[in-house]
């Protein structure tokens, strides 16, 4: 076990956020999708949704409020698919071979590509944000309400990069990393994240209320404008905390591993 | 030279793949501050070996140590220790040539300024300054195993590993990779080499085995190994029959085509061979219409060796 640990960790983020500061267009490009999600359900959905929704005002300004949760874990879930296609890259080049000689601490690498995810997937939400509120998302959060949601979004996003660099190493190429966060992508949608569980039929109503996402969209939801959270806090932590732990021992596990 | 202490060394070394043997019982023993070849065709288990003594893999039987370590049970040790270079150049292609070479120092711990001091020394060593700045994925294939050795180098290891360093390489490429091959030497570093080309081996190292198919069939010193290949020989070809007579009167017993009127004398291609060559035509009067040197290649020693041609050989996968 090395003792550089920490000190490694810091060099392979500076690696990352060098990489990323190389290539901005992947951070553009990671949060322009959810960005372009938020357009098309907020101006050509969001008119119907709103009015089916209901509520004091009903409507799009409503349906806008009721989106933005669900459309920022799509930025996470988008996120973590770039992670999963970085790792993999990394992978298939002979420079993740070169430090697997070097006598440094063994799971730097990853960290690296988390801590990098991390920084720039906060990037991409504080852009997803800036779009909703310019659109006329109107949170009603306190700060400390604001520093709690980037709390939840923070523990959601370490959880869910730790395991799509899992998938990334678990993948043979490049393809199957992109590939395999796809669910991710599309979790969201079979949660409360763009229409309410109860106007879905049993199966799947009884799936979207149960699935990891959904308690996480409904704390950020009570966050920022003040529905009852009731136990989806406690709930949407759990879920960060087992995704995490699960992510970092199987993604530890297979990069130890030799062939 | 038994005086020298050994930097690597290997006995009974096995790996296998499933049923496949890949390497069945290799003894190897590299002293300090020499170069050793390990030659070889695709497939013969080079690449395996460096993975095992750069404790990329574990070996599934066998003694190795590397440094005076055993890579399985201290491999942070043995790391320490070495430099690798691979066949595949393990160079960042996101970052500049410097940044990869300070990201290296950073790896090892060497602080900001002998980081950046160490950077710049290698930059110039390799003749990488004026692409300092520039993206690695920007680079030739010579520029990125330059790139490649010089973070090999960062950490100054004792040992270095070079993984056909030159597969793919131009021949000025080539050349100039072989300078700084030696110039590492000079300075009292090991070097483990594989390669597939025999005049590599037989430009650079103090010893060289032969691998094939995981086992080792012959281990010497260039010349040793190039006596026991017979293929080096100048082929003369003659105008007609009664040349090609009196050129074998002249000769002796040498291998004769009377087809294409061609003699093969025996030679190592050196000037002083020739010239005596030449002497002894002159001396008998013998016109030659065509004289071709013939050098021994690795394929003349793979057909010394086991009997077979490489290219006849199953590459294995």
Known sequence: MSTHAVADSATMLRRQLRHMK??????????????????????VLGGALGAGIGGPTGGRAEYIDYLVPGVLLMTVASAAQGTAISVAMDMT??????????????????????????????????????????????PDATPVEWLAVIGVLALLTFALV????????????VETASNLP??????????????????????????????????????????????????????????CVVIALGGYLWAKKLYARTR | MHTTPSAITTTGLRKSYGDKVVL????????????????????????????????LIKADGGKVSVGGHDPERA??????????????????????AEENLVLMADLHHLGKVEGR???????????????????????????????????????????????????GLDPRSRRDMWRMIRELVAGGVTIFLTTQ?????????????????????????????????????????????????????????????????????PSDGGVASLRGLLARLDANAIEVSELTVHTPDLDDVFLALTGKPQHERQPAP
């Open chain 2, 24 to 55: 069945d019982g290799i003894d190897l023993d590299v002293r300090q501050g020499t170069i050793f070849a390990l030659l070889g065709p695709n497939g013969a288990g080079k690449t395996t070996t460096v993975q095992i003594l750069s404790t």
């Open chain 1, 182 to 239: 796809m669910p991710l992508v599309l979790l969201p949608f079979l949660g409360s994240g763009f229409v309410p569980t109860d106007s879905m039929p049993a199966g799947l109503r009884w799936f979207a209320e149960y699935q990891p996402f959904t308690p996480v969209i409904e704390t950020l939801r009570g966050l920022l404008l003040g529905t009852p959270i009731g136990g989806s806090g406690y709930l949407a932590v759990g879920w």
């Open chain 1, 22 to 43: 190389r290539y901005p267009s992947l951070t553009f490009m990671l949060a322009g999708m959810p960005v372009v999600f938020l357009l098309l359900f907020a101006f």
């Open chain 2, 197 to 265: 080309y025999l005049d590599e081996a037989d430009e650079l190292a103090d010893r060289i085995a032969v691998l094939d198919h995981g086992k080792l069939v012959a281990e010497g010193t260039a010349e040793e190994l190039k006596r026991l290949v017979p293929g080096g020989h100048v082929s003369l070809r003659f105008a007609d029959p009664a040349a090609l007579d009196s050129a074998v009167r002249a000769f002796g017993d040498v291998p004769r085509d009377d087809d294409a009127l061609v003699l093969r004398v």
């Open chain 1, 162 to 173: 730790w395991l799509s660099v899992a998938l990334g190493l678990v993948s043979e190429s």
């Open chain 2, 75 to 96: 491999p942070d040790s043995v790391r320490a220790a070495i430099g690798v270079t691979g066949q595949f150049s393990a160079v960042d292609n996101l970052l500049t």
């Open chain 2, 117 to 167: 001091r160490r950077a710049a020394a290698l930059l110039e060593r390799f003749d990488l300054v004026e692409s300092a700045k520039n993206l690695a994925s920007t680079f030739s294939g010579g520029m990125r195993r330059r790139l490649d050795l010089a973070m090999g180098m960062v950490g100054a290891p004792r040992i270095v590993f070079l993984d056909e360093p030159t597969t």
């Open chain 1, 93 to 138: 080049e002979g420079i993740v071979n070169r430090f697997r000689t070097m006598a440094i601490s063994r799971a730097s690498v990853l960290t690296g590509h988390v801590l990098g995810s991390l920084v720039q997937t906060m990037i991409s939400m504080a852009i997803v944000l800036a779009v909703a509120l310019l659109i006329g998302f109107r």
